[in-house]
């Protein structure tokens, strides 16, 4: 049963903490991305990679999140101080190339209080 | 800037009714689109992805179609039950040879009812 696991699937944390959430595609798919979901917002997509390269991160924060793919099987995505309004669900997503079907995991419900 | 609606935000109808949920996109210029459903608290399910060059794509109750000229594309549900309701949401990829982003729209939740 091929599907995107993320990891954890709820955190709840206090503001300036680190939070690290996780993400194992599809084993074979080249492409993963990282989404964020919010009530106010919808669905924004942070940031993106292909063969474990960052193609496009251009709707992250910079100064506080991060998005790294150690190796094929895990990417993983950072905040560094984790705030309030970083409260959201975030989703990871691979797909087997860039412009193909895309399959979404879980998700991870953070609460930064 | 690609900017995706979906109308109505919210549907309830009857068990068994034939319904239809819009989505419209301002830039014609799309490499495919996809249709998902989310249940609350949960991720999204693809339901069906269809390309530019496709008119429409069916699976089981599910029809969608596309008008890529008019920047519209619908998702038919024949024959509605209970387990149907959720929030249905498209995504549309732009063309080829630009950043591989699917802009969302905001989705049209759905309630079927006994």
């Known amino acids: 049963d091929a599907r995107v696991t993320q990891t954890p699937r709820h955190k709840v944390t206090e503001m300036g903490q680190e939070v690290t959430m996780r993400c194992q595609p599809i084993?074979?798919?080249?492409?993963v991305f990282w989404y964020r979901q919010t009530m106010m917002q919808g669905l924004e997509l942070l940031a993106y990679f292909r063969n474990r390269a960052p193609l496009d991160d251009s709707g992250m924060p910079k100064d506080r999140f991060s998005a790294e793919m150690p190796d094929a099987t895990l990417a993983t995505l950072k905040i560094q101080p984790s705030e309030p309004r970083d409260s959201a669900v975030y989703f990871c997503a691979s797909g087997l190339t860039l412009n193909t079907e895309a399959f979404f995991g879980q998700g991870t419900r953070l609460t930064v209080v | 800037k690609q900017e995706v609606t979906q109308i109505p935000a919210a549907l309830s109808v009857p068990e068994g009714e034939n319904l239809v949920l819009n989505c419209s996109f301002t830039d014609s210029a799309i490499y495919n689109l996809q249709w998902f459903r989310q249940d609350p608290g949960k991720g999204l399910t693809s339901l069906l992805l269809i390309q530019s060059s496709q008119r429409e794509q069916t699976s089981g109750r599910l029809n969608a179609s596309l008008d890529k000229s008019s920047g519209r594309s619908t998702l038919y549900i024949a024959a509605s039950q209970p387990g149907d309701s959720a929030t249905y949401l498209c995504?549309?990829?732009?063309?080829?040879?630009?950043?591989?982003?699917?802009?969302f729209g905001t989705g049209t939740r759905l309630q079927v009812t006994l």
């Open positions: 084993l074979g798919h080249n492409t």
């Open positions: 995504a549309v990829r732009p063309s080829l040879g630009t950043a591989s982003k699917l802009t």
